[in-house]
């Protein structure tokens, strides 16, 4: 049975990991062999650096106003891949002071996990490494690269080449952040519609 090829402008997890052998001036691999204490360091890396990016909380995987609701017992569990969890506009409603604790929501303000009724929260997700956008993927590689020349290799012209990459590649990140969010310094709030001026108008003659 054929496989689905994949397309050329995402990486795999493999491709990476080659990616960073390159970058040390290791030769590459055909399969994820974990029993090779060489790729499995590198693989550790790779995805401590994704959970580290994604932590920061970007476009792709922030989420506002996500709706919680309570189980038959009054508990919000959290689901695993939830790596930051807040109550949605909690800067002007101090109301409740949300925390994970114990696999669950917890309100500090009422010192207590039960919750009787739906919460809404802003939350940023983890998501598989296949899954995030491609610029993404390249500044995770250079990450990890970074890290593995800096403990495998110790060269520190080597370090400073992978890193002024990695800027590079953040840099592509943070345009790619600025393009996709649409931000306004009105502070439009979701679901809302508002038309900025557009120079070409001016043109525009009656």
Not at 63 to 77: Q, S
Not at 102 to 128: A, C
């Amino acid at each position: 049975m054929a496989t689905r090829p994949v397309p050329y402008n995402t990486d795999t997890e493999l491709s990476s990991v080659n990616a960073i052998l390159a970058a040390i001036g290791q030769a590459p691999i055909t399969t994820l062999n974990f029993d090779n204490p060489q790729v499995s360091l590198i693989h550790n890396l790779l995805m401590e650096c994704s959970i580290d990016v994604q932590n920061e909380g970007w476009v792709f995987n922030r989420e506002n106003h996500y709706p919680l609701k309570p189980d038959a017992d009054d508990h919000i569990h959290i689901p695993a891949n939830m790596l930051r969890i807040d109550i949605s506009e909690g800067q002007i409603w101090r109301a409740t002071d949300v925390v994970k604790r114990g696999g669950m929501l917890y309100d500090k303000m009422r010192h207590s996990n039960i919750f009787t009724e739906p919460v809404e929260v802003d939350v940023v997700w983890l998501f598989d490494y296949t899954d995030l956008p491609t610029v993404f993927q390249r500044y995770i590689t250079y990450r990890a690269a970074g890290r593995a020349c800096a403990q495998m290799v110790v060269d520190r012209e080597l370090v400073q080449m992978i890193t002024a990459q990695e800027a590079f590649t953040r840099a592509a990140c943070m345009e790619y952040e600025c393009n996709q969010g649409d931000y306004t310094i009105f502070g439009t709030p979701d679901g809302t519609a508002y038309r900025p001026y557009q120079p070409f108008q001016a043109l525009f003659r009656r």
